[in-house]
């Protein structure tokens, strides 16, 4: 039989980790023959737009520079299928190109949203008896998918934001005058990736001296007495918050995206402005914005190898005759780190979010517990070693020709 591939959603130092997983473990199977690649995500297979991937990745050295290359190579969508029971059309163009490639497993790399796309084509497959596999493979750096421990491309995403995190607190200390700088973090309505800045507590480091995540009450007035409290004991302090916590209406555009979610950011802005009316003093905000999603330059290796492994996981899965499935990490120990790979039912982790427990909060809702270092430090460990060329970090590319 043919594969297909695709991968969805917001790009990862880690997604095509996941894309050389399929391909790497279908080579090795006698079973399958042509690994295509969808373009742009499910809008490829409802195109037709796919590609062989033998053609484009023709080597040890291909794979490896391709796990090191952030960013979906395939490209990438944000589309949502309809309800079939509602509109047929766009499933039927789907089956055409199925049945045209001979493509016998479909797998899907992405988040929350891709996942609903996994669990309604395998449900139209099942109804009308073709015989297609459909796996989700997952990945965002929000961290927030529900059954599994953790998700590709949260790792590479939490280690840019702790190191770069480091790197303001050094800049921020130099100078004598009181300061407040605001970090703004990626990670919609769950706090995982803010919450991973707090890292660098376990490294002694006393900063961020706060931090704010949407699974907890934020007050603008509590936030200034806790600003307030902290300049008293540092020089410079140091905000963490999430792009997620929930501000007055208008700081964020109101606009949403193809599934109904609102395009968040602007409150690292809002809190800005807010110190500087308050409290009057040097004050900056900073917002990471898409750097915290594609800088392979910082990434993990812990995450690069899982989201190779879980991919090559999901083949096994839908040669075993599985359908309908998304793979999931499932921690052992946290020392030493452990991990095993299983299946879990889409219905379980498609449009559902997992937050933040509450026990990684501290009892003032405003920084990160200590309990929550066990769960954070295996995520971010390790480092390629990276193909560099002139100075600059290789990466794998396909010819836009192709790719239009």
């Known amino acids: 039989m043919n594969i297909a591939v695709a991968q969805s959603g917001g790009p990862t130092c880690a997604i095509n980790a996941s894309l050389v997983g399929v391909f790497r473990e279908s080579l090795k199977e006698p079973t399958i023959d042509a690994i295509f690649g969808s373009v742009n995500g499910v809008e490829g297979i409802i195109r037709d737009h796919l590609i062989d991937l033998k053609t484009m990745i023709c080597s040890n050295d291909d794979m490896e520079l391709l796990r090191q290359t952030p960013s979906t190579v395939l490209g990438s969508c944000r589309y949502k299928l309809p309800d079939w029971h509602e509109d047929e059309s766009v499933y039927q163009q789907i089956v055409s190109c199925l049945k045209r490639r001979k493509i016998g497993a479909f797998f899907y790399i992405g988040g929350n949203d891709s996942m609903d796309t996994v669990q309604k084509l395998s449900a139209y497959f099942e109804e009308i008896g073709l015989d297609v596999k459909v796996i989700g493979i997952p990945k965002t750096i929000d961290n927030d998918l529900c059954i599994t421990d953790h998700t590709p491309g949260f790792g590479s995403a939490a280690k840019y934001v702790a190191t770069t995190m480091q790197e303001i607190i050094r800049d921020s200390s130099v100078y004598s005058i009181p300061s407040v700088t605001i970090v703004e973090v990626m990670g919609r309505h769950a706090g995982w990736l803010t919450a991973s800045s707090a890292v660098l507590h376990a490294f002694g480091e006393p900063a961020p001296h706060l931090v704010y995540v949407p699974e907890a009450h934020f007050s603008a007035e509590r936030f200034l007495q806790d600003v ?24 964020q555009s109101g606009m949403v995206d193809n599934f109904g979610h609102k395009y968040l950011s602007g409150i690292g802005k809002y809190l800005e402005q807010l110190v500087r009316e308050k409290i009057g003093c040097k004050v900056r905000s900073i917002e990471l914005n898409v750097m915290q999603r594609c800088s392979s330059h910082l990434c993990s290796k812990t995450d690069i190898d899982e989201a190779e492994q879980i991919a090559a996981a999901g083949v096994q899965c839908a040669l075993r005759g599985e359908t309908g499935r998304v793979m999931v990490f499932r921690r052992i120990h946290d020392m030493p780190y452990t991990v095993v790979t299983e299946p879990a039912d889409a219905s379980q982790i498609a449009n559902r979010e997992k937050f933040l427990p509450r026990e990684f909060l501290t009892p003032a809702g405003n920084n990160i517990s200590d309990a929550a270092m066990a769960y954070f430090l295996p995520l971010i460990q390790g480092e390629l070693n990276l193909v560099m060329r002139s100075g600059i970090p290789a990466h794998f590319t396909i010819k836009e020709s192709v790719l239009k």
Do not use: L
Request: proline fraction near 4%; glycine fraction near 8%; charged fraction near 30%.
């Open 228 to 251: 307030e409290q902290e300049m008293a004991k540092h020089k410079a302090v140091i905000v963490a918050v999430s792009e997620g916590v929930e501000v007055p209406d208008g700081v």
